[in-house]
T-cell receptor, first 116, second 110 residues
Framework: NAGVMQNPRHLVRRRGQEARLRCSPMKGHSHVYWYRQLPEEGLKFMVYLQKENIIDESGMPKERFSAEFPKEGPSILRIQQVVRGDSAAYFC??????????????FGPGTRLTVT | SQKIEQNSEALNIQEGKTATLTCNYTNYSPAYLQWYRQDPGRGPVFLLLIRENEKEKRKERLKVTFDTTLKQSLFHITASQPADSATYLCALDSWGKFQFGAGTQVVVTP
């Protein structure tokens, strides 16, 4: 059973360009989470999605950032008009379900975004 | 606002000793608390989950306690090994939204 896959692993963008980060959850998992991690800092929750639904996006910046998890295909985190402050590691995690019960999250290897 | 605090100073410990990490939280009433391990350049890996009505949970050389009165969880690594060197994160689950602490780095020397 393949784990959570993220691509690309490394992404370099110039200021003003768009960054698209992809995440394929583990087979059978319908819940996806995106986190951002800066050096020496903890994981910051960004957004929680189920298939075709955004459940909680309270951690997403109001502008330039968007996320989707379509019925078919991977989850996408899109950052438009990137700025240097967007440089970070972005992790995706998936979970079989959540809500009343808590389930562990399975993390991908992350995408390291560098904005030049 | 909700806060999760872990000791930011690295914990240096000799092989064979017990490492004890602390996770304190405020303005939270979590039903569950989880611990993860993160190695440099990698995503976190789930270790243990403890529920609010559980005082203690064990898994091999790992032990977690959860005191909802003190709003604190302790994470113990017994008989530590150099391979246990990593950063350990605690996470609180609030109906699907996870908040992570900044983590504590553990360095086990032979």
């Amino acid at each position: 059973n393949a784990g959570v896959m993220q691509n690309p692993r490394h992404l370099v963008r110039r200021r003003g360009q768009e960054a698209r980060l992809r995440c394929s959850p583990m087979k059978g998992h319908s819940h996806v989470y995106w986190y951002r991690q800066l050096p020496e800092e903890g994981l910051k929750f960004m957004v929680y999605l189920q298939k075709e639904n955004i459940i909680d996006e309270s951690g997403m910046p109001k502008e330039r950032f968007s996320a989707e998890f379509p019925k078919e295909g991977p989850s996408i985190l899109r950052i438009q008009q990137v700025v240097r402050g967007d440089s970070a590691a972005y992790f995706c995690a998936s979970s079989p379900m959540t809500g009343e019960l808590s389930y562990e999250q399975y993390f991908g290897p992350g995408t390291r975004l560098t904005v030049t | 606002s909700q806060k999760i605090e872990q000791n930011s100073e690295a914990l240096n410990i000799q092989e064979g000793k017990t490492a004890t990490l602390t996770c304190n939280y405020t303005n939270y009433s979590p039903a569950y608390l989880q611990w993860y391990r993160q190695d440099p350049g990698r995503g976190p890996v789930f270790l243990l989950l403890i529920r609010e009505n559980e005082k203690e949970k064990r898994k091999e050389r790992l032990k977690v306690t959860f005191d909802t009165t003190l709003k604190q969880s302790l994470f113990h690594i017994t008989a530590s090994q150099p391979a246990d060197s990593a950063t350990y994160l605690c996470a609180l689950d609030s109906w699907g939204k996870f908040q992570f602490g900044a983590g504590t780095q553990v360095v086990v020397t032979p």
